[in-house]
């Protein structure tokens, strides 16, 4: 990395809502809903490490 700055990712968060989302779908037999719901979840939280990432 250049100048030292370290960023953080929101790719494993991304990653790990969408699985569990839709482990907990099939749970529920609503595998298409958990699964849009893991990903609504973890974009939400890609963004907001993404925005308080580059207030630093």
């Given at each position: 990395?250049s100048?030292?700055?370290?960023t ?18 099939v ?9 849009l ?20």
């Amino acid at each position: 990395m250049s100048g030292g700055k370290f960023t953080q990712a929101g790719g494993f968060i991304l990653a790990a809502s969408i699985l569990i989302g839709a482990i907990v779908g099939v749970v529920l037999h609503q595998s298409m809903i958990g699964l849009l719901a893991g990903l609504a979840v973890g974009v939400a939280i890609a963004v907001l490490i993404w925005l308080v990432d580059r207030r630093r």
